[in-house]
């Protein structure tokens, strides 16, 4: 069984300023990792992907993030943010091939103008 | 591109009430899913479906009942509302092999 953690529940930053949100994962197998985002009032949007190779993947809107095997880790990160980066992120973590996904419990990213 | 339309937008019960949420998709996927968000809780999985007429339980199906009549529609039903319930219930979709799921906007639940 797999599992998802998201170490931050909320996140404050200022527009412009970089930001990195964690996430770590607990499995041992090939495994599929994703970023999605909730704005307010809204469903979920896929924002990027790592099933193998790169390690760096590339997302919407200058994000990317990081698949590390030592740490078991995942974080997500943006160089320059904007007011309407502010949402709920959702890490998430899949091994099955019936598209299963477990998601982490999500970070609130604040960003102030 | 396609859309996940989910209605009603917002459901009020009453306790013991049999509520129906349903989900429309055409963006022709195979697998659909119903997820519960609660506040501080991330999302759990009810039911899932990965063609017409399959049903699988997730981590919280009890208290639910799922129908998946056709290719592109996923009923739940909320079986008896329990007082004081309020969750966000979100559909989504995917295509048959890829891991990539596409969320409709969710209905809210509130049971008085």
């Known amino acids: 069984t797999q599992t998802v953690s998201q170490s931050d529940a909320h996140v404050t930053v200022f527009e412009g300023d970089s930001v990195e949100l964690r996430c770590n994962y607990s499995y041992g197998g090939s495994i599929y990792l994703s970023w999605y985002i909730q704005h307010h009032g809204r469903g979920l949007q896929f924002l990027l992907k790592y099933y193998s190779g790169n390690p760096v993947v590339q997302g919407v809107n200058g994000f990317e993030a990081e698949f590390s095997k030592s740490d078991s880790s995942f974080h997500l990160r943006k160089a320059s943010v904007h007011w309407s980066d502010s949402a709920v992120y959702f890490c998430a973590v899949s091994d099955s091939g019936y598209n299963k996904l477990t998601f982490g419990k999500g970070t609130v990213l604040l960003v102030s103008p | 591109g396609g859309i996940i339309t989910q209605t009603p937008k917002f459901l009020i019960g009453q306790e013991g009430q049999k509520l129906t949420l349903k989900c429309q998709q055409n963006f022709n996927h195979d697998t659909m899913y119903w997820y519960r968000q609660d506040s501080g809780k991330g999302l759990r999985l009810i039911y899932y479906?990965?063609?017409?007429?399959?049903?699988q339980k997730g981590d919280l199906s009890e208290g639910y009942d799922a129908s998946r009549e056709k290719k592109s529609s996923f009923s739940l039903t909320v079986t008896s509302a329990q007082k004081n319930e309020m969750a966000v219930f979100l559909c989504?979709?995917?295509?048959?092999?890829?891991?990539?799921?596409?969320f409709g906007p969710g209905t809210r639940l509130l049971v008085l």
């Open positions: 479906s990965i063609t017409e007429n399959d049903l």
């Open positions: 989504a979709s995917s295509p048959r092999g890829q891991d990539t799921q596409y």
